[in-house]
């Protein structure tokens, strides 16, 4: 059972705007930076967020980041069909001295 | 850019040693700035954190594996490696290595909060 609560699945239509929530504690979410990943089928986690709104050189704007107390979110505006993926929260956690990632939430292009 | 590449055997035998290695190319390990990290995948689930080693010593364990791993850089060939003891099928998983960024000075080290490049995995199975 992850540390991080996501929603197990997400949905919108080409254009919509989805945001994927990831529920924590004060001693990670709470007291640290988060980050996102996504993982297209079949491939390797890409950073997709950091340091809760941030995001690394080439990834698109339509992908923001925002964190507000023990929670986060990840929200995808203007949905493409090749936003189809895993998404995981992360962050590290002061309670269990290691990173922890969010259980992850598969977002499906209807 | 820095690009990552496992390497190891694809199947371990129960109770024997998992021993993986990530070839560093396009940055220098002994140049620090990063974390050297592993990062692993159950079949179907999500991901787990292993540990990281900031190639000075400084090394960072999951509690729950601690027992069992050793993270090791060895900079004479820009690679680094894990080591996972007594393995059991619950071991079976896809192995990343990635990078963290972040930095050691005066005894402590800072950053290695965020993942920014991943090798492609490799698949490993425990079985006999």
């Known amino acids: 059972q992850s540390v991080l609560a996501q929603p197990p699945s997400a949905s919108g239509t080409p254009g919509q705007r989805v945001t994927i929530s990831c529920s924590g504690s004060?001693?990670?979410?709470?007291?640290?930076?988060v980050n996102w990943y996504q993982q297209l089928p079949g491939t390797a986690p890409k950073l997709l967020t950091y340091?809760?709104?941030q995001r690394p050189s080439g990834v698109p704007e339509r992908f923001s980041g925002s964190k507000s107390g023990t929670s986060a979110s990840l929200a995808i505006g203007g949905l493409q069909s090749e936003d189809e993926a895993d998404y995981y929260c992360?962050?590290?956690?002061?309670?269990?001295?290691?990173?922890?990632f969010g259980s992850g939430t598969k977002v499906t292009v209807l | 850019q820095v690009q990552l590449q496992e390497s190891g055997p694809g199947l371990v035998k129960p109770s024997q040693t998992l021993s993986l290695t990530c070839t560093v190319s396009?940055?220098?390990?002994?140049?620090?700035?990063?974390?050297w990290s592993w990062i692993r995948q159950h079949p179907g689930k999500g991901l787990e954190w292993i540990g990281y080693?900031?190639?000075?010593?400084?090394?960072y364990y999951n509690p729950s594996l601690k027992s069992r791993i050793t993270i090791s850089v060895d900079t004479s060939k820009n690679q680094f490696s894990l080591k996972l003891n007594s393995v059991t099928a619950a071991d079976t998983a896809v192995y990343y290595c990635?990078?963290?960024?972040?930095?050691?000075?005066?005894?402590?080290?800072?950053?290695?909060?965020?993942?920014?490049?991943w090798g492609q995995g490799i698949v490993v199975t425990v079985s006999s």
């Open positions: 004060s001693s990670n979410i709470g007291s640290n930076t």
């Open positions: 080693n900031f190639y000075s010593g400084n090394t």
């Open positions: 992360a962050a590290w956690d002061d309670s269990l001295y290691g990173y922890v």
């Open positions: 396009g940055g220098s390990i002994s140049s620090g700035g990063y974390y």
């Open positions: 340091s809760n709104d």
């Open positions: 990635a990078t963290a960024p972040g930095y050691c000075s005066g005894g402590s080290c800072y950053g290695g909060v965020y993942f920014d490049y």
